[in-house]
């Protein structure tokens, strides 16, 4: 019995094996189908660069996108100009800006996303005792430096404007805003850092953009993921004195770090032989005089990078330290003299390219 048993299941096997004589071509068939599909899809994942120029916030923007999906440099740009439109114009009445310059000190409320870049840039005004300050645009305006019609204001009507400045005229609580009477606010220290942020996220929600690059006018870059072959991204940094010549040197970035350049060639006229630039001392209400003619800061957040440029041109090299240390920023600070001076972190990406230049240590207290 026991013999027949083991037979019939001999049997079974036999016949299946006839009823499908080919299984394992078809198993290698299938598996080979696999491997290329595989290959395909591994192929077909690799990103596409898509580079463009736009402009937006008053600047020219270049982008280096690396995508395994659709071209999307167009609607960065779109991107940018919404945020100008909607949140920082002061020239536009629809925007949230112009709108609470124009509440005579009635308490407004503001987008979430829009109260917490006010809350990053209060924070900063305090950290750096004013020298960031964002209630300045009356007194900016009153220089015109960089419009029709630059020129040395009057000294009592400068003295009539900065009486109204000072970032305590700011009172924020959550998403509700109040200026003091007559003040108003500006914030084009940091719009570009703004822009870069709002940037930054809407990278983050597409799936298919593995990397990418968004420069602002120089004075303000992002980089995104890692490139492709995955050396660092390379930032150029312009020589102050001679800004259609050669580059001063590069900054090496990694992907999601921020790049902000404060520069008095930037806007700026001359007026018996003297530079009047735009980056003004909110103390005295002239433009800055602290040693330096440039500025670079890299930091890991777009708002903070953007508004310590501009605070630490205002503070000069030996007064920045501290508040660079808050943020965990480097910097790298450019004189007349021809020196670069930077902080330790800096040293280790930046590389200079310019003879007429010499590197100088950062004195520490």
Known sequence: MRKRQIKKEINKKEINRKANPYGKFLLAAVCAAGTIALC??????EPELYTATDLAM????TESIYTTGEDVTGEIGTLLRKIESDWLSWTQEDSMIARINASEGQTMEVP??????????????????????????????????GGENPHIPDEDELKQLLALTGYEKVHLE????????????DLGAVGKGIGCAE??????KQQKITAGLVNLGG??????????????????????????GDYLGAVALDGGEFLSTSGDYEKY????????????????????????????????????ADGLSTACFILG????????????????????????????????????????YTVKALQTD
Request: aromatic share 8%; with cysteine; proline share 3%.
């Open 112 to 145: 979430d996303q829009l109260a917490s870049y006010l809350e990053k840039v209060m924070q900063l005004s305090e950290n750096s005792n004013g020298a960031l300050d964002p209630t300045l645009g009356q007194v900016i305006r009153l220089w015109d430096i």
């Open 219 to 244: 004075s303000s870059v992002l980089t995104y993921g890692t490139k492709p072959d995955g050396s660092k991204w390379q930032i150029a940094i312009t020589d102050p004195r001679e800004t259609e």
């Open 174 to 185: 959550g998403n509700k805003i109040t200026l003091d009477e007559g003040c108003t606010l």
């Open 317 to 356: 090299r030996e007064k920045s330290q501290s508040l660079l240390e808050k943020y965990n920023a480097e910097a790298l600070f450019v004189d007349e003299d021809h020196h670069v001076t930077m902080t330790d972190g800096m040293k280790e990406r930046f590389r200079l390219l310019k003879d007429s």
């Open 199 to 204: 940037v930054t996220d809407y990278l983050q």
């Open 40 to 45: 395909q899809a591994a192929y077909a994942a």
């Open 269 to 304: 006229f001359m007026e018996d032989g003297v530079r009047y630039h735009h980056i003004l001392d909110p103390e005295t209400g002239y433009p800055a005089n602290s040693g330096v003619c440039s500025v670079t800061v890299v930091c890991d957040d777009a708002v903070a």
């Open 58 to 61: 008053d600047t020219v923007v």
